[in-house]
Nanobody, 115 residues
Framework: QVQLVESGGGLVQAGGSLTLSCVPS????????MDWYRQAPGKQREFVAR???????NYAETGKGRFTISRDAAANTLYLHMNSLRPEDTAVYFC?????????WGQGTQVTVSS
């Protein structure tokens, strides 16, 4: 059972920046892509960004140009760097991995952007 632990959320003013971290319990970067999702109150969970095994990335339109997904294999950590944050970015952000057809989710970290 893989566990994913997020951290780095908080309260930030519009236009500010935050970096989220996700640490998996196992070294899975070489075998699996990983993603960030988010869920705002009253809304469905939505895709934010993905990094595949080869390091290729893709982003939801809402985050393009503002968010960057990265990883540090030595630190076994996945990151989401968020700049120019907007109030509509307020959500719980989740780290996700699909390993052998099983979805693993972290507990989430709250990001609140004030206007």
């Amino acid at each position: 059972q893989v566990q994913l632990v997020e951290s780095g959320g908080g309260l930030v003013q519009a236009g500010g920046s935050l970096t989220l971290s996700c640490v998996p319990s196992d070294d899975i970067f070489e075998l699996n892509g990983m993603d960030w999702y988010r869920q705002a109150p009253g809304k469905q969970r939505e895709f934010v960004a993905r990094m595949n095994v080869g390091g290729e990335t893709n982003y939801a339109e809402t985050g393009k140009g503002r968010f960057t997904i990265s990883r540090d294999a030595a630190a076994n950590t996945l990151y989401l760097h968020m700049n120019s944050l907007r109030p509509e970015d307020t959500a719980v952000y989740f780290c996700h991995a699909n390993i052998l057809a099983i979805d693993y989710w972290g507990q989430g970290t709250q990001v609140t952007v004030s206007s």
